[in-house]
C-alpha cells in the first residue's frame, strides 16, 4: 500500500541547474535586501528622524519673552554685578567691546571682571578699565584629575567658579558673560529671578541638535561662597565627561536644580545654522548674541593687539562660511566702532608703545 512505500525524500531533478553568475546575483540581492533593512531601521532610531519642535521652528507665539516687572526692585546696581572672565591680552579688546554693549544697553551693575594677575599685562588691564571694567584678582583654579581629557582651549575655564565667591564683595545677583558675547538688548530681569542658578540650553550641528544640556557662556547666578565651596569638594569625584570642562562639571552639579533661560539670552550661531526660522525670530527681541563659531577678534595674539590687527579680525570674520554670519559680525563691528569713537584715544595710550629708534 501507498503508505509502506519507500518515503525518504528524493529531490527533484535540476535539468537546468543555476549558473555561478545567478547564486551570486542572488547573494547580492540578499544583501542590498539587508543593507536596506538596515537603513530603514536606522533612520527610524535615529534622532534626526524624531520631531523636534525647534527644528520645526514656527512663528506663532507673538508675546515678548520677558515681562515688565511692574514692581520696584529692593535690589540696587551696587549689588548686582555684570561679570566676564579675563585670562589673557588676546582677549581684551573683546571684554573692551563687551563692556561698551553692555552699557550701551542701559544696564547699570557694576562691571566686575575675574583675571589672573600672572597671565594678564598692565596694558590689557588699562584697555578694559577705559571700557567701564572693575578688574577684580583671582586664584587659577586647576582643572581635576591634572587636567587629564580637558580640551586645551579650556585649561583655564575652571577659574570661572571663582565667580560664587563675589558674595563676599558684596554681590546678591550676577550675570555672567563670556568675552566672546555680545549685549544686544538689555537684559536686567535676570538679576530678579528667584532661582540660584540660570543658564540657555546648548545647540550644536548634525544629530545632537538642540539638547537640554545648558551652554555657559551665559549665566545668571546668586553667588554664594558655600557654594562655592562645595563645588571645590565635588570636582574631583564627580562623574562628567572631562572635554568640556566646567561646563560639563555644572551641568552634572546644576544638571536637575538649574533654570533653562529662553534662547534670546544666549543666540549661540550654531542656532542659525540648525533653524534660520528660529534664528529670525532671535534677532527680533535677542538680548546676548554668542560668537562660538567664530569670533570676531583674535584669542590667540601674543600680546595686546594692535587696531590694525583689529580691523583686520573683524573683516575675516565677517567673510566666513561665504558670508553666513556677516549681519551679526557687523553687530560686533558697529559695537567695537561705537568703542572707539568714545574711548578710542584712552585704548590707544594703552596699548605697547613701538620704540622708535634713530
Known sequence: MWFFQDSTYEPLSQANPPTRHVQKGYFALGGLTLLLGVIAIWRILSPNAVYTALDNYQRINPHPVALESESTSISSSSNRAVVSTLYSDSYAIGVAVLGYSIRSANISARLILPYLEK??????????????????????????????????????????????????IGIESLVYLDADTLVLRNFEELFELGFSFAAVPDVYGGRRGFIISFNAGVLAIKPSTEVFQDMRRNMETARYPPTEAEQAFLNVYYGAKGVRLPYVYNM????????????????????????????????????????????????????????????????WRAAYNGLMLDKGSDIERCRPQLAITS
Not at 590689557?124 to 581635576?144: N, S, T, Y
Not at 587629564?148 to 575652571?158: E, S
Not at 540648525?274 to 584669542?299: C, M, N, Q
Open 119 to 168: 597671565r594678564v599685562s598692565t596694558n590689557a588691564l588699562c584697555i578694559v578699565r577705559a571700557a567701564g571694567w572693575e578688574p577684580h584678582p583671582v586664584a587659577f583654579i586647576p582643572p581635576p584629575h591634572h587636567g587629564k581629557g580637558v580640551h586645551p582651549r579650556f585649561g583655564d575655564q575652571y577659574t570661572k567658579l571663582n565667580i560664587w565667591t563675589f558674595d563676599q
Open 268 to 331: 549661540n550661531l550654531a542656532i542659525k545654522k540648525r533653524s534660520s526660522a528660529l534664528w529670525g525670530e532671535l534677532v527680533d527681541e535677542g538680548k546676548i548674541v554668542h560668537y562660538t563659531l567664530h569670533k570676531p577678534f583674535s584669542g590667540t595674539v601674543q600680546g595686546v593687539s594692535t587696531r590694525e590687527e583689529e580691523e583686520r579680525r573683524i573683516t575675516e570674520a565677517e567673510m566666513k562660511e561665504d558670508g553666513c554670519f556677516a549681519e551679526e559680525f557687523g553687530w
